[in-house]
């Protein structure tokens, strides 16, 4: 080989490196830009390599329609595919929990080129999905082509039970894995407490803790915020307060769920005072930068708005969504539909009505909830002219009346 062929040869490798480093990052952007100099220069042996690795960093980030693309740019091309080309597309799906997808590029594989890690990005894609079932059948399968779950494959269906709220199932599939000689991992702990935290359990979610501490694996972060949520969904707020002060002991960093949590526990037990003090805390640490990734999500600022509107406090309520202006989260409907129907709690018709068309204002469009709350708000102040007002706009705008429509209709003209 001459030294200028050897100097070329170098050359392209060295930039396929940089690219194959782009692809690990998810950066596709980047992958893109360094792509067609080195296409020109990639020997066509190495070119299924070449669009594979574009193929990867879309997978890394997750951009399954931009990996679809990639891969009919590399058909039109006519470049070899293989069975890591559908490999890559599959985990691009897999990545955003896409099942369907992720199945149409596994099944265009052999079987037996079907392997532990294939298996699993399906798993996993099935796991994000929440649909235990159909990963639980895809397990099976797994076993009937000789091709031995591991540790990850077991996670993804505990993962799948958590997220539908399967408690029980989740905890099957970890003996299930313990059974098959598998050790559990801080992964699959964790899952089986979210799948506890899911329904308000906070001693099951604490066993959970116990078993991750006497496996060896101290409880972290994330275990200690299903700790937190479990908590908040049974509205105890005191013992979320402990488990607060527990974290801190561990010298575990608090982050934007353990914040959110505490105000909920607080706002779902009407507490909103305390509730708006949690608040204030985590916006604190969010500007001192105390406590990483302490920025405050809409979940915060909904059950706290909700918390005052069912104490009738409109001013406070009005309040919180002033504050969650100035860190630029925009209010969504749910919330002003909290605080119409704290107006209706009280019988302010004017106050509902103002509020609603706030909402409008707000280029949010009002639902079966917002009139129907309005509606209710003039059925407590006796006003059967404004709740057949409102009832006539809601029809108007294609809204179907629900029972309860019907119901505070009929209360108005009682009691007008």
Known sequence: MSGAAVT??????????????????????????????????????????????????CAKGALPARAARWFETMREANVRVNHKTFGKLAA????????????????????????????????????????????????????????????????????ACARAGEAKEAERWLEAAKLARLEPTAASYRSLADAQAKLGEPEEVRKVLRQMAAANMPPDLVAYNCLLNSCAKAALPGYAGDCFQELLGQRLQPDVISFTTLVEAHARAHQAPEATKWLHKAAGAASTGSSA??????????????????????????AVLEQMRKLD??????????????????????AASRWLRKASAARLTPDSVSYTSAIDACAKAGDFQGAEAWFNEMESKALRPTAVTCGSLVNACARG
């Open 293 to 318: 990734d302490a920025g405050l999500n809409k979940l915060s600022f909904t059950v706290l708005v909700n918390a005052w509107a069912c104490a009738g406090n409109l001013v406070a309520a009005e």
């Open 8 to 57: 070329a040869a170098t050359c392209w490798k060295a930039r396929l490196a940089v690219l194959n480093e782009f692809a690990e990052r998810g950066d596709v952007e980047g992958a893109e830009e360094l792509f067609p100099e080195l296409a020109k220069s990639v020997p066509v042996h190495r070119r299924t390599m070449l669009y594979n690795t574009m193929l990867k960093a």
């Open 329 to 350: 989260h925009m209010p969504d409907l749910e919330m002003f539909n909290s605080i119409v129907h704290g107006c209706a709690r009280v019988g302010d018709v004017d």
């Open 92 to 159: 691009a799906a897999a990545k955003c929990g896409d099942v369907q997808l992720t199945e149409r590029w596994l099944r265009v594989l052999r079987a037996d080129l079907l392997d532990v890690v294939k298996f699993n990005m399906l798993l996993d894609a099935f796991g994000q999905a929440g649909r235990s079932k159909e990963a639980g059948e895809w397990l099976a399968y797994m076993r009937r082509t000789d091709t031995k779950p591991d540790i990850i494959s077991y996670n993804s269906l505990i993962k």
